[in-house]
């Protein structure tokens, strides 16, 4: 065999790094954009197919709020270098916890999922020298 004098050799041209480029930003927008998609349709099939009591549940979270929100929370895991993941992780699960309702009451302002018993109204004492 005959030595070559070139070990090496690299015959890529602009266009051909040009794509490379395009085809890692559109990979780039379509996770930044797909993971609210994912982060609805997930939550809507563990909600719909969950029961508490007996009383069906739905997730309802819009587009904006879900991309919004993973944008803050991930903005702020890339700034402190990961040391914000694990608060990531617990504000994820409290966003999601948050928008669970029970389906029979969509539209009912700050009626959770979780059952809370309900409190008791509060009467107040006599005061001294009153009659009662």
Do not use: C
Not at 37 to 50: D, N, V, Y
Not at 82 to 101: D, S
Not at 103 to 126: L, N
């Amino acid at each position: 065999m005959q030595p070559n004098n070139k070990d090496f050799e690299f015959t890529g041209t602009a266009g051909d790094f040009f794509k490379i480029f395009l085809w890692s930003i559109l990979f780039a927008l379509l996770s930044i954009f797909g993971a609210p998609l994912t982060m609805q349709k997930a939550g809507s099939i563990i909600a719909s197919r969950t029961k508490v009591n007996g009383r069906a549940l739905t997730y309802s979270v819009g587009y904006m709020e879900a991309l919004k929100f993973l944008f803050v929370q991930i903005l702020l895991v890339v700034v402190t270098f990961g040391i914000y993941y694990f608060w990531f992780l617990r504000n994820m699960y409290r966003f999601q916890a948050e928008h669970v309702h029970f389906a029979d009451s969509i539209g009912v302002v700050g009626e959770p999922a979780a059952v809370t018993p309900p409190v008791p109204p509060v009467t107040p004492a006599p005061t001294f020298g009153s009659t009662v």
